[in-house]
């Protein structure tokens, strides 16, 4: 079956743009994380939804950052105004999460986002 | 709210030594607790998972991690490590439901010949 799509997969852009970041989760998960990862970095958790609920954004960075998440499936990561720093590799992740139990996170291959 | 504690960004061990990654955690309930791997450019995959029974959970490509709930934590071992063991290694916290799991920030494993 399909896994978590992410696309685009490499986005180089110019300091100044907006860009948007696609994700498609697994049909049937209800939850829906984005992260990014800088170069040489950990994971930095960006913004977390769980079905109908408020999502969890409390990792944003700034208000440049924004993410929505369309009839509980795909989701779209907006970056306005893109700073050099903004350059890293996002990640998509979702999850199959019901009362009582953990599901196992998948995760997508990334976009490579380069602001120049 | 929970956490996760990876000790140690790099760790290096020879080709067959044991691999031991430390992570240590906080939770106010039972936590579920997972490895993931990455490795170079490529996403990340569940390497094994602690949801509730045994405590010495097996996974992938020999790898195991015991759960023990006295010391908060959640080492991974393999006894023999290999040169396609190098990559980076996560641990991650859950409450559990609809809660958000947390990651720790990584452990880069390097295997030298």
């Known amino acids: 079956g399909a896994g978590v799509s992410q696309s685009p997969s490499n986005k180089v852009t110019e300091k100044g743009k907006d860009v948007e970041l696609r994700c498609d989760p697994i049909s049937g998960h209800t939850a829906l994380y984005w992260y990014r990862q800088s170069l040489g970095q950990g994971l930095e958790f960006l913004i977390y939804?769980?079905?109908?609920?408020?999502?969890?954004k409390s990792g944003l960075p700034s208000d440049r950052f924004s993410a929505e998440r369309t009839g509980g499936s795909v989701s779209t990561l907006t970056i306005q105004r893109t700073q050099q720093e903004d350059s890293a590799v996002y990640l998509c992740?979702?999850?199959?999460?019901?009362?009582?139990?953990?599901?196992?996170?998948?995760f997508g291959e990334g976009s490579r986002l380069t602001v120049l | 709210a929970q956490s996760v504690t990876q000790l140690g960004s790099h760790v290096s061990v020879s080709e067959g030594a044991l691999v031991l990654l430390r992570c240590n955690y906080s939770?106010?309930?039972?936590?579920?607790l997972f490895w993931y791997v990455q490795y170079p450019n490529q996403g990340l995959q569940l390497l094994l998972k602690?949801?509730?029974?045994?405590?010495l959970v097996k996974g992938i490509n020999g790898f195991e991690a015991e759960f023990k709930k006295s010391e908060t934590s959640f080492h991974l071992t393999k006894p023999s490590a290999h040169m396609s063991d190098a990559a980076e290694y996560f641990c991650a916290v859950s409450p559990g439901g609809y809660q958000k799991v947390t990651f720790g920030t990584g452990t880069k494993l390097q295997v030298i010949p």
């Open positions: 602690y949801t509730t029974g045994a405590t």
């Open positions: 992740a979702s999850s199959f999460t019901a009362r009582g139990g953990a599901g196992e996170l998948f």
């Open positions: 939804f769980q079905g109908n609920s408020a999502p969890d």
């Open positions: 939770s106010s309930v039972p936590p579920y």
